[in-house]
C-alpha cells in the first residue's frame, strides 16, 4: 500500500500520534552527558535506528530526525563542523531505514540556532534565514515528508526561520514554540499571540513542545486553538524533571499518568500528539493506545 501524504491525512481530520523524546531517551541508553545526540548519528548510526523503531513499535505515526541541534550555526566549534549536509542527510536516512515497511512519516526537527538575534545577541535576520535554509534543504533532498521548526521561543526567529525553509523546500511544516516560562516562552510570546502571528504565515499546523508541566501546557493549547483554525501539533514534556541522589535527570511523569491526559488533548483540539523531554517508547505506548480508541 502506498503511503498516503501527510496533508491528505491532516486534511481528512484523522488523528496521529509523533514520537517521543530524542534527547533524554538517548542519554538514558547511554548517551555521554555533554555530547550532543547528533554525534550518535555520525558515530552510533545503530543506536539512532533502534530509537526510531523503537517508537514506531510503540505506535508514532510520525518519528522526527536527530537534527534538532544539525544547523551550521548550532555545530560551529564542535567536531561536526562543517558537516551540515552530511548530518542532516544522514539522519534522514537512518529514520528512513528505521521506517521501512510502514506507513511513518519522516519528520525534519529544525531547533532554535542557539543564539539570540540582534539586537539582543549575534545573529542577523540573513545569517538565520540562511541556517535554517541550507538544514531544511539537505533534510527535504534526502526524503523527509515534513519539516517541523521546533522548541522556538522568538517570533523573529520564527519568521526568518519560515521564509528560509520556504526558499529551500516545499515539503509541510509545522512550526512549534516551548512555553519554559509556563505561560509565555523566554522571550514573553503567549500562545494566543503566536497563533494570531502564525495564522497568517505559510504554516501548515502550529505546534506546542516541551515547555513546563502538562497543566500548563494543556491551558496553552487551549489558548492557542481559541485564535488559529490551523490543525495543531502538541508533544510536552512528561513534567518537569528532577535531579536524584546519584545525579540522574528523573522524570515522575509515568506512561500510566501521560496517557491519562490524551483525551484532554484531543478534545482541546490537538490533532498530532506525542511528548517532548522524558517521553520514552513506554510513554508514547500509551499516548498510542488512548489515541487509537477515539
Known sequence: MSKQSFLSRINAKELLVSDGATGSTLIARGLPSGMTSETWVVDQPEKIIQLHRDFITAG??????????????RMKGSLLEGKTAFVNRKAVELALEAATGTQTFIAGSLGPLGQLMKP?????VDEVRNAYAEQARSICE??????????????GEIKAAIQGV???CELPLVVSLSYDRGRRTMMGISPSQAGKELEGLPVDLI???????????????????QVTTKPI????????????????????????MMGAQVYSWLTSGAQIVGGCCGTSPEHLKEISNHVKTQ
Open 60 to 73: 508514532a505515526d510520525i518519528i522526527l530526525t536527530c537534527t534538532f541541534g544539525a544547523s551550521s550555526t
Open 207 to 225: 505546534g506546542i513542545n516541551c515547555g513546563r508541566s502538562l497543566e500548563e501546557n494543556l491551558q496553552n493549547l487551549v489558548d492557542l486553538r
Open 166 to 168: 520556504n526558499t529551500a
Open 233 to 256: 501539533w502538541f508533544k510536552p514534556n512528561a513534567g518537569l524533571p528532577h535531579v536524584d541522589g546519584l545525579g540522574k535527570t528523573v522524570y515522575e511523569t509515568t506512561p500510566d
Open 120 to 124: 539582543y545577541g549575534p545573529l542577523d
Open 142 to 155: 534526502a526524503g523527509a515528508d515534513l519539516l517541523v521548526i521546533e522548541t522556538q521561543f522568538d517570533m
